[in-house]
């Protein structure tokens, strides 16, 4: 039985006093779609990064593919069966979408480098310079791909996508998975995660809040009850055992959430006069912002970002965290793992 793509046990990345990720365990299994969700400073990131081998971890450790993160020849071997999107992809300005392509075919490989232009056209023969945010996305993506990999790690890789690009991507991803691909990625947009994932890991604060599969959470987080009537509506009639949340609008009518069977609600219905009723799945945004908001959030994610500004331009840690200039011929200096088209991994502009 071959190992999970991603194996993490008590990663733990602190940028000085600020914390990046602590204690995340997680298991990432093969052949399927695997959102990471949180919202911006969460640690998403900086889990991908040490998990790529950019960055060292404070404790804890990862495997990819099997190959212990610290082992620094086994990681270098498995890394040629990685793709990899960086948050924001950089390449070398002046030289073209084709040559920038040969370049990462020198490392890694091409053999699908055509069936993925077709699908993910950019204008090869232009510097990368006059490329747009969406066809540097592209570009990018092509090169992660390219290779066959087995495992694709992506940051944000719809970001600067236009909508159609956008469904072909998600319907590329799809198919990817269907051919045994694994594919773990970081978003920020909810309904992605619904409509690509077969399960999501949430992170907030640097810590994992929820681990889950798509339907499962969906089953779990319910149904939207909204009813509004003449009679004026009392919350404590609808706190069943089945309630999740339950409020009173601004226009008087109830919103409920509501697991489990309806037997409650309808009793409790028999006492108003029905003016509207509705009831229709949980959006997947009121799931997740259940994650999100749990705990006492807003201030402490304030702080958390409010830090994070000073510190982002002092903390180092002996890592890279500007660009450092990468010549295109520059393999991994020192034993460390650096990837060209990741700007914080100390990649080419
Ligand atoms: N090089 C660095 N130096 C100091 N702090 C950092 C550094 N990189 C990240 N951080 C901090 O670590 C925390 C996690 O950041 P990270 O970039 O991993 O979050 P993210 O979930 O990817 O956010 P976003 O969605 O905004 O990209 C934040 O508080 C961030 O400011």
């Not at 093969?30 to 400073?41: A, M």
């Amino acid at each position: 039985m071959p190992s999970p793509a991603i194996e993490i046990e008590g990663l733990t990345k602190f940028y000085g006093d600020v914390r990046g990720v602590e204690d995340l365990d997680l298991t990432v299994p093969r052949g399927k779609l695997f959102g990471f969700l949180g919202p911006n400073g969460a640690g998403k990131s900086t889990a991908i990064r040490l998990i790529l081998g950019f960055l060292n971890p404070s404790a804890g450790t990862a495997r990819v593919l099997g190959a212990p993160i610290d082992d620094k020849a086994a990681f270098l071997d498995v890394r040629q069966h990685v793709g990899h999107i960086p948050s924001d992809p950089q390449f070398y300005d002046e030289v073209t979408g084709r040559k920038t392509l040969d370049y990462f075919a020198s490392l890694s490989g091409d053999e699908r480098r055509e069936e993925l232009l077709e699908r993910f056209s950019v204008p090869l023969d232009r510097p990368v310079r006059a490329y747009s945010r969406g066809n540097r996305q592209k570009l990018a993506i092509v090169q992660a791909f390219m290779h066959d990999p087995k495992l694709v790690v992506m940051d944000e890789p719809t970001s600067g996508l236009d909508p159609l690009v956008q469904q072909e991507f998600y319907e590329f991803l799809s198919q990817e998975r269907d051919r045994g691909v694994s594919v773990f990625f970081s978003t920020h947009i909810l309904s992605e995660v619904r409509q690509v994932c077969d399960r999501v890991a949430i992170i907030r604060e640097g810590r994992l809040v929820a681990v889950e599969d798509i339907d499962d959470l969906l089953d779990r987080s319910g149904k939207v009850v909204t009813f509004s009537s003449p009679d004026e509506i009392s919350l404590a009639d609808f706190a069943f055992d089945e309630t999740i949340d339950a409020r009173i609008e601004p226009d008087g009518s109830l919103r409920l959430v509501i697991s489990g069977n309806y037997d409650a609600l309808v009793d409790a219905l028999e006492n108003y006069r029905v003016e509207d009723l509705e009831v229709r799945e949980t959006a997947i945004e009121d799931v997740f912002m259940h994650f999100y908001d749990a705990g006492p959030e807003g201030e402490a994610r304030q702080d958390n970002e409010g830090e994070t500004e000073t510190q982002q331009e002092t903390v180092t840690d002996g890592e890279p965290a500007t660009d450092t200039g990468v010549s295109p011929d520059a393999g991994p200096t020192n034993g460390e793992v650096r990837d060209p088209t990741d700007d914080k991994a100390g990649g080419r502009k």
